[in-house]
Every structure is written in C-alpha cells, then in structure tokens.
C-alpha cells in the first residue's frame, strides 16, 4: 500500500460524530510571553471539543464508537480510575449513540460523587468498584460474560480507547493541522496509555509533516510507554496496510518522565506553576494527572533553550479539566 493510498484508507475510517472538528488553534501570546520563549507558542484546543467536556479520549472513541455501533453492538464497557476522563468521555459517547455503558474503576466508591464521578452518574453509567489496575481487565470481561448471558451485546474499549483503531483518531489529527494551515516543529503532549502520541506520530509519517511529537509520561517510565506505543504504531500500519516500520513509529517516538514527580495526579511545584500560569494569562484550564505536567515540561524545555526562535511550538491540550472539580 502507498502513503496516499494508507492516507485515503484513514480518512474514510467509518466514524460517528462526537462534537465539532476541527477544534480551533490559539496563539498563547500571553502564556508565551509570560514563559519568556522565543518560538511561537500555539494551543491546540481539543479542551474545548463541544462533546462531554471534551478532551482527547473523544478522537477516538470517534471510529472506537462507530466500530461498536457497526458490529451492532448495544453496551460499552471501558476501565480506568474513579476519577478517569477517558471513562467519562465513553460514558458520553454511549449516551449519545443510546447505549449502555458499563465502567469498571479501580478505586473506593466515594462518599459523595464529584468531577468524572458525578458526571457518569448523569450519564446513566453503571459503575462497578475494583480495588487494583490489575482487575480491571477480568472485572471488564466478567460484566461483558453476564451481558452476553442475558442476550446483550457488549463491545469492550480498552484501557484509554488506545487500540491501534483508536490512535488513527489522533493521526487524523496531524491531518487536521495540515487542513488549518499550521504545521508546528515540534508538539508536546500529555502521555500515558500511549494512543495519542502513536497516533500523533504516525499521523505526522501519514501527512508527510516533519515535526517532532515529544510525549510527557503521566505515570510510567519512557521505556513502557515506547513499549505501547510502538505496539499501537504496527497495530496501526496492520490496519492501515502498510509493512512494519512504514510509519516510522520506534524512530520518531520522543518521551520523557522527569515530569511526574511522585506520582499520578500528585502535583508538582513545576505543574503548579504551569497550572497558574496558563489560567492567568491565557484562561486555559490544566490538571495534575495529564495537562499541567505536560505544560511544566514544555515551560521547563523553552527555559532551557531547548526551541529555537521563530519555531512554532503546540501543546497539545488533551483536556483533563473535569478533575479541577474532583
Ligand atoms: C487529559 C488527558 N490527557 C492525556 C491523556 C493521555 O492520553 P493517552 O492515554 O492516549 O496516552 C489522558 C488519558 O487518560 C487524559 O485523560
């Protein structure tokens, strides 16, 4: 198969319509100026996708949904922690479509349901409580069993919606910026189930775009996270067609993990910093967990002179802002 042909086969994925594309492209002066940076900061705004608070689990759930309502299916079950937005934004894709949604959530039930929380139980989801990540996983096939036992039709996304389906959300992306005139040298981003940055990778290999995707560790350490991501890039050139290395997914990959401090969603005086700043001057919201680490990287790499002036620099933005409120 030929790029061009690979790139048609992307574009014409089935997909349902979750929120309005393209999400728009802000120029951060401010934020800019306030970090003291020489290239051009630029804001890639899928925060503000108009469907369930948005984020960027709702690019793939777009083709993850539609192959669930292709397949005739009328339940999705997903994973992910009690205050998971990825959780959330299936939640909203499954209301939408007239499923049903089952969540499995490694965590305690809380006294009183705020942030995701409280918008899966809007949303009409059923939430069942596990106490580990490990149990997830049986916990999701265990409900999908007594689903199909009563005649139900479950589909399962996985942990993050980061299939190699999935991820061609986010290489659509890539196309996306070609669409809206800006190629930025470089993108930093949120990272951690791995989708979004394979997806951003191989998109840049797809539209033939020569920047670089530097994806900041939420949880775990570089070398899984190239781990995953490399499976979801040969996953994706499977589907896509294309021989094993086409899209150049283990060369291209760039991460880093000295943004997370001491763990998940625990932050840091740089994500605090990150955080004020971006609000203050730009009324850009960040969390913990995902966006505010990713920004302190991208503050921390133009403090060191790491981007050259005149470049243009995007974060971003995945969304996470729901956990302001957890
Ligand atoms: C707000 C936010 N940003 C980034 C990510 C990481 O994306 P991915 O799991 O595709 O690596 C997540 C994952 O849950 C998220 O919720």
């Known amino acids: 198969m030929s790029l061009t042909g690979a790139r048609d086969r992307l574009l014409s994925?089935?997909?349902?319509e979750l929120g309005t594309l393209p999400t728009s492209i802000d120029f951060a002066w401010r934020l800019r100026?306030?970090?003291?940076?020489?290239?051009?900061?630029?804001?890639?705004r899928d925060d503000a996708l108009p469907f369930g608070f948005g984020g960027?689990?709702?690019?793939?759930?777009?083709?993850?949904?539609?192959e669930a309502r292709?397949?005739?299916?009328?339940?999705?079950?997903?994973?992910?922690?009690?205050?998971?937005?990825?959780?959330?934004a299936t939640a909203s894709a499954a209301a939408r479509l007239g499923m049903?949604?089952?969540?499995?959530?490694?965590?305690?039930?809380?006294?009183?349901?705020?942030?995701?929380?409280?918008?899966?139980?809007?949303?009409?989801?059923?939430?069942t409580y596990v106490a580990e990540r490990t149990d997830r996983i049986p916990g999701m096939e265990a409900i999908a069993a007594s689903l199909r036992a009563g005649g139900k039709k479950p589909y399962i996304v996985p942990l993050g919606a980061s299939t190699p389906l999935g991820a061609m959300?986010?290489?659509?992306?890539?196309?996306?910026?070609?669409?809206?005139?800006?190629?930025?040298?470089?993108?930093?981003?949120?990272?951690?189930?791995?989708?979004?940055?394979?997806?951003?990778?191989?998109?840049?290999?797809?539209?033939?775009?020569?920047?670089?995707?530097?994806?900041?560790?939420?949880?775990?350490?570089?070398?899984?996270?190239?781990?995953?991501v490399t499976t979801i890039g040969s996953g994706m050139e499977d589907q896509l067609g294309l021989a094993h290395g086409?899209?150049?997914v283990a060369d291209r990959f760039e991460a880093d993990d000295r943004f997370f401090g001491e763990g998940y969603g625990i932050p840091t005086d740089a994500s605090r910093e990150a955080q004020r700043l971006a609000a203050s001057t730009e009324a850009l919201f960040t969390d913990h967990w995902y966006t505010a680490k990713a920004l302190s990287a991208l503050i921390a790499y133009a403090r060191a002179g790491r981007f050259k002036d005149g470049e243009t620099v995007m974060f971003w933005h995945t969304g996470g802002q729901v956990g302001l409120f957890a």
Do not use: W
């Open 13 to 16: 994925l089935p997909s349902v």
């Open 169 to 228: 959300g986010f290489a659509r992306g890539i196309g996306e910026l070609v669409y809206q005139g800006i190629v930025p040298d470089v993108i930093v981003s949120a990272s951690s189930s791995g989708g979004t940055q394979a997806g951003l990778i191989a998109g840049c290999a797809l539209f033939e775009v020569p920047t670089r995707v530097i994806g900041i560790s939420a949880d775990d350490p570089v070398d899984e996270i190239r781990k995953v």
């Open 56 to 66: 960027n689990k709702v690019r793939k759930l777009t083709l993850v949904a539609a």
């Open 33 to 44: 100026d306030a970090i003291g940076m020489g290239a051009r900061l630029v804001v890639k």
């Open 100 to 127: 049903a949604c089952h969540i499995v959530a490694n965590g305690k039930k809380p006294e009183k349901f705020t942030g995701n929380a409280l918008l899966n139980s809007l949303l009409g989801a059923h939430v």
């Open 246 to 248: 086409t899209l150049g």
């Open 70 to 88: 292709d397949q005739g299916c009328d339940t999705l079950i997903t994973c992910g922690g009690v205050q998971s937005n990825h959780a959330r």
